[in-house]
Nanobody, 127 residues
């Protein structure tokens, strides 16, 4: 089991930016795809972005496409989510997660395809 710790959340004005980080420890990181999800108050957790183990393929929810960028540094066991042009509707707790399958070239969008989760970091975008 991998331990995941998110950081970088905070309060930002609309149009601003944040970079989230997710540091992994206690297991293999570089051979697994990673994903970011978010949960807004009163809503279910939803997919935001995913990246394959090599970083060669990425995927995004339509709501963040063109504004968010996922990346990873396998040497640092860390995955990032650069969030630009933030909107109030981006307000949520953001979670990173590790995919179940080793070495897959698929960017998974379903929560069931992830096995390890971080505790989340709050992102609040004011209007």
């Amino acid at each position: 089991q991998v331990q995941l710790v998110e950081s970088g959340g905070g309060l930002v004005q609309a149009g601003g930016f944040l970079r989230l980080s997710c540091a992994a420890s206690g297991g293999t990181f570089s051979s697994y795809g990673m994903g970011w999800f978010r949960q807004a108050p009163g809503k279910t957790r939803e997919f935001v972005s995913a990246i394959t183990w090599s970083g060669g393929s990425t995927g995004y929810a339509d709501s963040v496409k063109g504004r968010f960028t996922i990346s990873r540094d396998n040497a640092k066991n860390t995955v990032y989510l650069q969030m630009n042009s933030l909107k109030p509707e981006d307000t949520a707790v953001y979670y990173c997660a590790r995919a179940r399958l080793l070495g897959s070239y698929i960017t998974y969008v379903n929560q069931e395809d992830y096995i390890d989760w971080g505790q989340g970091t709050q992102v609040t975008v004011s209007s």
